[in-house]
């Protein structure tokens, strides 16, 4: 089963960008279709992003259509979630996820098998 390592979160101001990515080890990685979530105290874990095997197929959750981007490098078994225009509801800790349904991208965090420990994003307003 793969493993998962997120990185690059922080602070940034509203309006700014971020850019979070995620290492994979110990599978196959275009063997899993990746997402990204993210979850606050007290909320269930958000879908935010999803991408097919080689990033040919891609959702986004509706808050965040336009501002993220999910895209994925197999030779470097990474998958990175570029964030603009960000806003103070951002805020959240971001979760890379693995996923082994290859019919389309999941959105529904069950269907996630491979979870990183996550990384704390916050924007301040």
């Known amino acids: 089963q793969v493993q998962l390592v997120e990185s690059g979160g922080g602070l940034v101001q509203a309006g700014g960008s971020l850019r979070l990515s995620c290492a994979a080890s110990g599978g196959i990685f275009s063997r899993y279709t990746m997402g990204w979530f993210r979850q606050t105290p007290g909320k269930e874990r958000e879908f935010v992003a999803g991408?097919?095997?080689?990033?040919?197929?891609?959702a986004y959750g509706d808050s965040v259509k336009g501002r993220f981007t999910i895209s994925r490098d197999n030779a470097k078994n990474t998958v990175t979630l570029q964030m603009i225009s960000m806003k103070p509801e951002d805020t959240a800790v971001y979760y890379c996820?693995?996923?082994?349904?290859?019919?389309?991208?999941?959105?529904?965090?069950?269907?996630?098998?491979?979870w990183g420990q996550g990384t704390q994003v916050t924007v301040s307003s």
């Open positions: 991408c097919d095997w080689n990033g040919g197929s891609t």
């Open positions: 996820a693995a996923s082994n349904m290859w019919a389309s991208v999941p959105t529904y965090a069950p269907d996630f098998l491979s």
